[in-house]
T-cell receptor, first 115, second 116 residues
């Protein structure tokens, strides 16, 4: 069955620490990949996306993610986190097949950054 | 430009009742998606409407249903409510997914449904 796994449910970091959130998916076909973020009290919003081309994509607020097709992974990274990065992060995979499209979200990772 | 709007913000129902949730997409968007965000379970895909038709549905029982109106707004109906239906229901919209696919989804604030 198609699925998206986010390895860490809760992450606590100090400011200036480096961040890497794991995301793996199980699907052998064509995918588009997304990271969404939900800041406290706000809507889900797009952080970055990968459709094709350079597998290293850069998003807002200094975030980047690398698509490694052979590992079915799309890990999110940031070299130095800030207190304002405290939020819940969701990896999402849009699957394309003959039946149409389907987006599957991971369970989310709650990041808390200590000031 | 107005974002995705959802109503009501909160909805309290009792077991066995029906709930109706509404969503208005961003102007120009024809695709509407519904998700259930239950505590600790992430977002579970419920339904996708595009150009007035149901294009796909997730692994939810038939008592979860919906429709899309000619103005592309959408309704989600949940019949015979059960306690475990308590969750945040999110609506998202995108430009027509059938004309290319892969478009970013823009989310609304959600409707918090509580079933007592």
């Amino acid at each position: 069955a198609q699925s998206v796994s986010q390895h860490n449910h809760h992450v606590i970091l100090s400011e200036a620490a480096s961040l890497e959130l794991g995301c793996n998916y199980s699907y052998g076909g064509t995918v588009n990949l997304f990271w969404y973020v939900q800041y406290p009290g706000q809507h889900l919003q797009l952080l970055l996306k990968y459709f094709s081309g350079d597998p290293l994509v850069k998003g807002i607020k200094g975030f980047e993610a690398e698509f490694i097709k052979s590992k079915f992974s799309f890990n999110l990274r940031k070299p130095s986190v800030q207190w304002s990065d405290t939020a819940e992060y969701f990896c999402a995979v849009l699957l394309k097949n003959t039946g149409g499209f389907k987006t599957i979200f991971g369970a989310g990772t709650r990041l808390f950054v200590k000031a | 430009e107005a974002g995705v709007t959802q109503s009501p913000t909160h909805l309290i129902k009792t077991r066995g009742q029906q709930a109706t949730l509404r969503c208005s997409p961003i102007s120009g968007h024809t695709s509407v998606y519904w998700y259930q965000q239950a505590l600790g379970l992430g977002l579970q895909f419920l339904l996708w409407y595009d150009e007035g038709e149901e294009r796909n549905r997730g692994n939810f029982p038939p008592r979860f249903s919906g429709r899309q109106f000619p103005n592309y707004s959408s309704e989600l109906n949940v019949n015979a409510l059960e306690l475990e239906d308590s969750a945040l229901y999110l609506c998202a919209s995108s430009p027509s997914a059938t004309s290319g696919g892969g478009d970013t989804q823009y989310f609304g604030p959600g409707t918090r449904l509580t079933v007592l």
